[in-house]
């Protein structure tokens, strides 16, 4: 763990929490949540940490974005290159052979996005909500007796979503587990610094394992994006809910709300790499064609910050902007109501929780929760609560990743 980070990150809350009261269950969701950053990518976090007060800041050819208005400038106004290397154009184009909506660009881009955004719409809610619901009522009664690690239940619930996005009649689970595979072994692109060796040829077979179970290849990064969103945010935003307190909140009124603010918390997809096409001036600072932007979607949202999202804007900002937004955030945002919908009657807290140190955005290996409270199955008598059992932990730091899931 990086001391650096921690001392970097939490002068910025201190000074935060100096003119924000913040309520001390919110302060431990945010300790929790803090840890997938520091036991993931620790030097990542520090120089972030380090650099946020500044709207913009250059380390060489790298221009780092934390600025909410930079942020949308360079999604809406910087003319990008789209299949550069380490940008996700970039690691699409590895995935597959090309022709998708992340390495494409003007016309085709602007087609392809306007039909992904029709199969995305609130049908596709519908659509998908039932198969969601099946799975949750199959695995949640458990709870009522035993604990429930949350990490299989999003990669079951991604892997769903992710099947009926693409047409697959393959097991939502084995296409779950080669999509998180292939976005781990192409994340090294990424982030600054040197691959390692190998990481071409491990990417390349992670993507072909994954383009087999898919009727068409091209659509292997929706399978990704679809799974290692899900499968970062679902837990990290259960584990904040149960840490703050918010379960009275999950219910059919406040679920959507919740789970909007939760993603803005939490924000499952910290940075968005980009390359810049052209000159450009953002806030300020020169941008020259060719030099790498990392768009801090984290910082850009608020999520750091303990004061209220300030508006629609922040809570967007974890999914893009303008023609770069992301088109699954709606869905993303209905499957997390859905989740804490079901989970709310537990009232459950976290037991148990392990950094995922592979995968491809900061998550949880391992997330254990246990109920407090055991759902009425049927009239008006309530049930009181159960005992919760020994004091939730933080398992070692051994790295890793959970282990295979298979359909059986």
């Not at 250059?58 to 934390?66: A, D, E, Y």
């Amino acid at each position: 763990m990086s001391g650096n980070a921690r001392v970097a990150d939490r002068a910025t809350d201190s000074a935060a929490d100096r003119t924000t009261p913040v309520p001390a269950a919110h302060r431990a969701a945010r300790r929790r949540d803090r840890r997938v950053y520091l036991r993931s990518h620790p030097l990542l976090f520090a120089l972030l940490a380090a650099t946020r007060r500044l709207p913009v800041a250059r380390l060489g050819r790298t221009v780092l974005v934390h600025d909410a208005g930079a942020y949308r400038t360079a999604l809406t106004r910087i003319p990008l290159d789209r299949t550069a290397p380490g940008t996700t154009g970039g690691a699409a184009a590895e995935l597959t052979s090309g022709g998708l909506l992340f390495d494409q660009d003007g016309a085709e881009h602007r087609s392809a996005r306007r039909a992904l955004a029709v199969e995305l719409d609130a049908s596709a809610v519908d659509r998908l909500r039932p198969s969601w619901q099946a799975v949750l009522a199959e695995r949640l009664p458990e709870l009522a007796d035993k604990d429930l690690e949350l990490v299989s239940l999003a990669r079951e619930l991604a892997g769903v979503t992710a099947a009926a996005l693409t047409g697959t009649a393959a097991c939502p689970r084995a296409l779950a587990g080669a999509a998180a595979e292939a976005a781990a072994a192409a994340a090294r692109d990424h982030l600054p610094g040197p691959r390692p060796p190998g990481a071409a040829r491990t990417a390349a077979a992670r993507a072909a394992e994954l383009a087999v179970l898919l009727p068409d290849p091209r659509d292997a990064m929706v399978a990704v994006a679809a799974v290692n969103t899900s499968v970062a945010a679902l837990p990290r935003a259960a584990a904040w809910c149960a840490d703050a307190g918010l379960w009275s909140s999950a219910d059919a009124a406040g679920a959507p709300a919740l789970a909007a603010e939760l993603l803005r918390l939490t924000a499952p997809s910290p940075l968005l790499p980009r390359v810049a096409a052209a000159d450009a001036v953002l806030a300020g600072r020169r941008v020259r064609a060719g030099d790498r932007l990392v768009l801090v979607a984290r910082h850009a949202a608020g999520a750091h910050r303990p004061a209220p999202a300030p508006g629609p804007a922040a809570t967007q900002a974890v999914f893009g902007a303008g023609p770069h937004a992301c088109p699954g955030a709606g869905v993303a945002r209905a499957l997390l109501a859905e989740l804490l919908l079901a989970l709310a009657p537990y009232r459950p807290v976290v037991v148990r929780a392990r950094v995922d140190r592979r995968a491809a955005l900061p998550g949880w290996a391992e997330l254990t929760l246990r109920a407090t409270r055991t759902p009425a199955p049927a009239g008006p008598c309530p049930t009181g609560p159960r005992p919760t059992g020994p004091r939730s932990t933080e398992a070692g730091t051994g790295a890793g990743s959970t282990e295979e899931t298979r359909c059986g």
